[in-house]
């Protein structure tokens, strides 16, 4: 009798007093989420079904998977107005226009960053050795940094378009 009690008593803690699958139940709403984008808290405890929901599936794969899009098919590639790059998910700014330039490798390349604390460097060993990956503050994957790109940081942020959205400046 006793072996009968506690799975009994396990399956009623998986269902919430509505009668749910608790497993099921969203730990945050759409709703709750981009509120904390908008105040930009809090970030790293959205949860990635959430993320799913409010981004397109091109930026989800990016963002939170690593993929990576096609060269010269991402629509940030031939910006040339001034403004803030933020990335898509987090709506951390970081890149500005003024840090950008054309590399020929067919995504947005800038040379440096506008804040250092809005982006993380690791390792990344995913693909024919040792590259330099760049994440954003909360955790999304940007694209790579190299070190071909043009004076003074001599460095390449190559990232992906869909990663990022573009902010332009207000007109005085």
Request: aromatic share 12%; hydrophobic share 40%; with cysteine.
């Amino acid at each position: 009798m006793k072996k009968m009690i506690f799975p009994l008593f396990a399956v009623l803690l998986l269902f919430n007093a509505s009668g749910a699958y608790a497993a099921d139940a969203p730990a945050m709403t759409v709703e709750q989420a981009r509120q904390l984008i908008e105040e930009g808290r809090d970030l790293d405890t959205i949860p990635k079904a959430v993320w799913k929901q409010i981004l397109t599936p091109e930026q989800y794969n990016i963002l939170w998977r690593k993929g990576t899009e096609r060269p010269f098919t991402g629509e940030l590639l031939n910006i040339k107005q001034k403004g803030t790059y933020v990335t898509a998910g987090c709506r951390i700014p970081v890149f500005r226009s003024e840090q950008k330039f054309k590399s020929g490798t067919g995504w947005p390349s800038f040379w440096d960053m506008a804040d250092k604390d809005n982006i993380v460097l690791a390792d990344d060993w995913s693909w024919l050795g040792k590259r330099t990956e760049v994440l954003s503050a909360c955790g999304e994957h940007l694209g790579h940094v190299f070190n071909d790109g043009p004076p003074p940081t001599g460095l390449r942020y190559c990232i992906n378009s869909d990663a990022l959205l573009f902010i332009p400046d207000e007109e005085p």
